[in-house]
């Protein structure tokens, strides 16, 4: 049978090809995008093995040559489909990345300028040359520095220093490094030996006129099996390099391709690899297996050894450096600044939607070798960003920590982006909760106490700010949850309550958000946050405030009891969800993991003094202001806020009893309890496998997922010392043997809050002494008589409150 074999047209090609020189090399030394083109009369329509491309695998890598090849060796196959998954835990691979390490360089002064271009003044390449030859041969940070710059000043993109440093100059270490790491890991756990496998191997592309058009390279090729793999440690396959493909396997077919990745393969990708088995298959007269995919988690760890003096050190989480700027650079003292993926990956997103899109274009574009992390700079939603894991608080330690983060769905349209602000954030509040005693987490939306609106050193931070902001949000969002014409829950509430000259009342409550039990796991020196749960509680209280034309009722005990089962049965579930889920709420859960954290880290102080002793119960909050672009606001912003709410009205809805329109609403928040439970460790192994390791290793790559998740763990800690310090404990630590979980909180709480008669003000004042907790464990969720912010019956949203319990004492374990 003759079969005409043509090119899908969505793999068509344009007329001139990426030379092979320009694709290897999409960055060149200095730093410069120098893509080469063919001139060629058409697309490729032939290709065939470049002669003497590709060297033996074993020895490319560094290992003694084999005399044979392994029976064993090469991928397995998956027999029932095209992906082969291999279930094993996460395994790491190591890659160089020396010049991180001068992550702490400024722009170059204009001396610096001077010094840069002087060894070949007039030759830009020559002088970088020049200074290549004095870095090697002294090994000074001094000279290596004056190379950068060089190579900065020979730079005609016209980038600004940071952008250059991390956007070329890193991205072409990784390029150069890391898929090198990769195959050198995949050559030694699948035995890639011998003399049947070669790597970097070539295939030349011809036009119709037999003029070369172009390349594929292939990371290794089986001579014996005629199969040509690509490895991937982002598994992330490229259109172009998918069509070149296409070519292949027209003018060989007697050869398959398969693709490994170090990372889930997405949707997409599984896609184009079965796309390809299908326009292979077709080409091949339906002959199966031709082309094949093999997902195998890995870990890149990126080997940088920090130099004091040219390394970047944050402040974030750093409680030796908890003053001055936002930064602490190549000048901080030995015990100040944290470094990791974290920290990196954070730093390198952009700061608006645009930057972001710019960066993550601007990084495909250049990434020929498939070492981006996963979706590239955009690919973390820093919208998730929480504090995880916190350990390693030995005096003159600092702190190691661990963020999570989900995955962006979409990087490549919508990337991620404000990482930097979001790290801020979560430092900060952990600050905060450390600084200020427990009783000044309160805030206070009360129509009759407009002068008792929150603390004003909490008033001072982020962390005040957000929990005031999300208790007018709250309101807003009850408003909207008892709204008849959008929930059956609050019709269900509408048509069971009692009523009064035939309107159903509203019963006069406080509603609060407030902690649920946090489920944490304490092992060898650290905290694992595991699940930290919010709850909205209500509970009735008369009031004095309502607004013009409010509907009042007269209730009895049981009417009151009624009600309130009737709202928490019925409207309560729907604003309990969204304070948990909304992105509205996103900062309310960062703040609050912090907060957790902030407990923890105030109990292991409380044994034995850490680095944070001196700032625990200062009531010293300024160096963690109100940040840009909030900086500007006040309290009394949102009190004004809220007070037009409740005059004027958010929700209206019009209920069908008595042809009468009218509105409600509520709020609140309270975060000066942190009940949490310590799992048993059964638990935590069943329900968190892996999740010590990947903890572990988020402190080493800046692409450790927890298993085949999309979520993301990245992790930091001290900068002294080494890119590999580890201060948190051996990754499979044997761990201390903790009581079994009895249902209760557990752990002694911090400072208790004063008693609730005596509501805290906006003033400084010493409050008097509190009583202290019987059962002598943090307050569990909930409270027997809460001081939480109240809500009313109004004409209009009367979204309203009263000040936020403080200290209460923990409910019995029979009613949490």
């Known amino acids: 049978m003759n079969l005409t074999l043509r ?16 694709l290897a090399a999409a960055v060149t030394v200095t730093g410069l995008p120098a893509i080469e083109t063919a001139q060629a009369a058409g697309p490729p329509v032939t290709a065939k093995l470049k002669p003497g491309s590709g060297k033996r695998c074993d020895t490319r890598n560094g290992l003694p040559p084999a005399a044979r090849t392994p029976a064993n060796s090469g991928f397995p196959d998956n027999l029932t489909g095209t992906i082969y998954k291999d279930n094993a835990l996460p395994k790491n691979f190591e890659f160089d990345l020396p010049g991180q390490a ?4 400024r722009a170059p002064t204009a001396a610096e300028k001077t010094k840069a271009l002087s060894q070949v003044p007039g030759d830009l390449d020559k002088n970088v040359d020049a200074w290549k030859k004095i870095a090697n041969a002294s090994g000074k940070p001094a000279d290596r520095a ?7 000043l020979a730079n005609k993109e016209s980038l600004s220093f940071k952008d250059w440093f991390d956007k070329r100059y890193i991205r072409n270490q990784i390029n150069n490094h890391k898929g090198s790491g990769f195959e050198r890991q995949l050559v030694t756990d699948y035995k890639l030996i011998g003399p049947d496998w070669l790597c970097e191997v070539t295939v030349e592309l011809f036009d119709a006129n037999g003029e070369k058009v172009g390349e594929r390279r292939y990371d290794a090729y089986n001579k014996r099996t005629k199969e040509f793999n690509e490895f991937k440690s982002n598994s992330k396959l490229t259109a172009k390099q998918l069509a070149k493909d296409r070519v292949v396997a027209r003018s060989m077919p007697d050869h398959t391709f398969r693709f490994t990745g170090a990372k889930k393969f997405t949707t997409g990708q599984v896609n184009h690899i079965n796309a390809l088995e299908r326009d292979v298959r077709e080409m091949r007269n339906g002959k199966t297996g031709q082309v094949r995919g093999n997902q195998r988690f890995y870990n890149p760890v990126p080997k940088t050894t920090p130099i004091r003096g040219y390394s970047d050190h944050q402040r974030w989480f750093a409680p030796a450096c908890q003053t001055g700027g936002t930064q602490v650079m190549a000048a901080g003292a030995n015990t100040c600044g944290t470094r990791g993926p974290a920290n990196q990956r ?3 997103s952009g700061k608006t939607l645009e930057e972001a899109k710019r960066f993550q274009a601007d990084a495909r574009r250049l990434d020929t070798r498939g ?9 973390v939603d820093f919208t998730t960003l929480e504090l995880r894991y916190v350990g390693g608080l030995e005096k003159g330690k600092g702190m190691t920590y661990s963020m999570r983060a989900d995955q962006m769905p979409d990087p490549d349209n919508t990337p991620g982006f404000g990482g930097a602000a979001k790290m801020q954030l979560a430092s900060d509040s952990l600050f905060t909760w450390l600084a200020l005693t427990p009783e000044k987490f309160w805030v206070n939306l009360n129509p009759d106490q407009p002068d008792k609106i929150m603390d004003n050193k909490f008033a001072s931070t982020d962390a005040g700010r957000i929990l005031l902001d999300a208790d007018l949000d709250m309101k807003h969002d009850f408003a909207a949850a008892i709204n008849p014409e959008k929930f059956a829950g609050a019709k269900r509430f509408w048509d069971t309550q009692p009523r009064e000259d035939g309107i159903p009342c509203f019963p006069d409550v406080r509603l609060w958000i407030e ?6 796991r304490e092992e060898n020196g650290g905290i694992y946050i595991l699940d930290t749960p919010l709850k909205v509680s209500t509970e009735w209280m008369d009031m004095d405030w309502s607004a013009p034309g409010a509907h009042q009722c007269t209730w009895t005990d049981a009417e009151k009891r009624f009600s309130e089962t009737n709202l928490r049965q019925n409207v309560m579930p729907e604003v309990v969800k969204r304070v948990n889920n909304d992105p509205k709420y996103a900062d309310l859960r960062r703040v609050y993991t912090s907060r957790v954290a902030a407990e923890y880290i105030r109990q292991q102080d409380a044994k034995k003094p850490t680095d944070f002793h001196d700032i625990i119960n200062s009531n010293d909050v300024k160096a963690w202001p109100l940040r840009a672009p909030n900086d500007k606001w006040t309290k009394q912003g949102t009190y004004d806020r809220y007070m037009k709410s409740a005059r004027e009205g958010v929700e209206w809805f019009k209920l069908e009893y008595d042809g009468k329109t009218f509105n409600q609403g509520v709020g ?3 975060f000066s309890k942190q009940p949490k439970r310590n799992i048993t460790r059964t638990q935590f192994r069943v329900q968190n496998r892996d999740l010590d390791n990947t903890t572990t290793n988020s402190r080493k790559s800046d692409d450790a997922s927890y298993r085949d998740t999309d979520t993301l763990y990245l992790g930091a800690g001290p900068g002294g010392g080494g890119s590999d310090e580890d201060p948190g404990g051996d990754p499979t630590p044997t761990p201390t043997p903790t009581p079994s979980d009895t249902g209760k909180p557990n752990d002694p709480p911090s400072t208790p809050a004063p008693d609730p008669s005596t509501p805290g003000g906006g003033d400084d004042k010493p409050t008097p002494p509190a009583t202290k907790d019987p059962d002598g464990h943090l307050a569990g969720t909930g409270s027997d008589t809460p001081v939480g912010l109240i809500a009313g019956i109004a004409a209009a949203l009367a979204a309203v409150g009263s000040t936020l319990t403080w200290w209460m004492r923990r409910r019995k374990a029979a009613h949490e």
Request: charged letters at 20%; hydrophobic letters at 40%.
């Open 346 to 348: 954070a730093l390198s």
């Open 146 to 152: 004056m190379e950068i710059y060089a190579r900065y």
């Open 7 to 22: 090119i899908p047209s969505r793999w068509r090609f344009a007329a001139r090809f990426t030379a092979a020189v320009g």
């Open 515 to 520: 902690p649920e039990v946090a489920k944490v």
């Open 102 to 105: 001068y992550d702490g360089l």
């Open 668 to 670: 609140g928040v309270d």
């Open 371 to 379: 070492t981006l992390p996963r979706g590239g700079p955009g690919g």
